[in-house]
C-alpha cells in the first residue's frame, strides 16, 4: 500500500487507551495502537500524535472544582498517556519524543513548533502532550493547533465510534452513518465530533479531518492509504 499523506496528525483518545478496564491505561492495547503507527513509520509517513486524558480526568467533568486547576489536572493526565505511548513506541524500536504545552523538563521537552517539525524530518514520531498547554481549550483544539503548526496534511481522529452519525449510534439503532461532511455540517447540525473551536481552526487552516474506528488498529494504515472507513470532514 501507498500513502495518500506524507505527515499527519493522528489524535488518540484517553478512553482508548484503557481498554476494557475503562480508567487508567492498559498497555497491551496500546501496544495494539502503536503497531500500526509503526507500520506508516516504516513507510516513511511523519506522524505526531496528540493524547486525550479522559481515561484518568476530565476537567470539564470536575463540578464544583475551580476550572482552570481542573484542566491543568487534566493536561497531567494527557502526559501521563503521551509517556505510555512513548514507551510502547520505543519497545516496537521506533524513534519517539514527548513535547508538553506545559514546561516540565525533567519528563519531556518543551513544545518547541521548529524542533517538532525537524524531529518529524528525521523520522522520529512526535507525542504532544498538554493540550495547547491552556485551561478551556480541549485535546482536540490542541489536535487542530498542533496539526495547523507543522503542517500536517490531515488528522486522524481514532474514536470509539466508526465514523460520524446524525445521532448518537449506541442510543439509536436508525442513526445514519455519513461519508463525508463539511466542517459547516459540524457547526451548524451540532455533529458530537468534536468542539466548535477546532472544527473551526481546522476549517480557517483547510485540514482535513478523518474520523475511524480505532476498534480495528489497522484502520491508521488504511486511512494514511487512502482506502474508505469511516467520515471525512473537508
Not at 26 to 43: A, G, H, R, S, Y
Not at 134 to 155: C, G, K, Q
Request: proline residues 3%.
Amino acid at each position: 500500500m501507498e500513502p495518500k499523506y506524507k505527515r499527519i496528525l493522528l489524535k488518540l483518545s484517553g478512553e482508548a487507551l484503557a481498554g476494557n478496564e475503562k480508567h487508567g491505561i492498559d498497555f497491551d492495547t496500546v501496544l495494539k495502537f502503536c503497531k500500526p503507527i509503526k507500520e506508516l513509520v516504516d513507510m516513511g509517513v511523519e506522524v505526531a500524535i496528540v493524547v486525550g486524558g479522559g481515561n484518568f480526568w476530565r476537567g470539564r467533568s470536575s463540578g464544583k472544582m475551580d476550572r482552570t486547576r481542573a484542566d491543568h489536572m487534566g493536561m497531567l493526565a494527557t502526559v501521563i498517556n503521551a509517556l505510555g505511548v512513548a514507551d510502547a513506541l520505543e519497545q516496537l524500536d521506533v524513534v519517539v519524543r514527548v513535547q508538553t504545552g506545559i514546561t516540565m523538563q525533567q519528563v519531556a521537552e518543551p513544545y518547541i513548533r521548529n524542533k517538532a517539525v525537524r524531529h518529524l524530518e528525521k523520522g522520529r514520531v512526535v507525542v504532544f502532550g498538554c493540550g495547547t498547554g491552556n485551561p478551556f481549550f480541549s485535546t482536540d483544539t490542541a489536535a487542530a493547533l498542533r496539526a495547523a503548526e507543522i503542517d500536517a496534511d490531515v488528522i486522524l481522529k481514532a474514536t470509539m465510534v466508526d465514523g460520524i452519525y446524525d445521532s448518537d449510534p449506541k442510543k439509536n439503532p436508525n442513526a445514519v452513518k455519513f461519508d463525508e461532511v463539511s466542517y459547516l455540517d459540524i457547526l451548524n447540525k451540532g455533529l458530537a465530533v468534536m468542539d466548535t473551536t477546532a472544527a473551526t481552526l481546522c476549517s480557517d487552516n483547510n485540514i482535513p479531518i478523518l474520523v475511524f474506528s480505532i476498534e480495528n488498529p489497522e484502520n491508521i494504515v488504511s486511512a494514511v492509504c487512502g482506502e474508505k472507513v469511516g467520515t471525512l470532514v473537508k
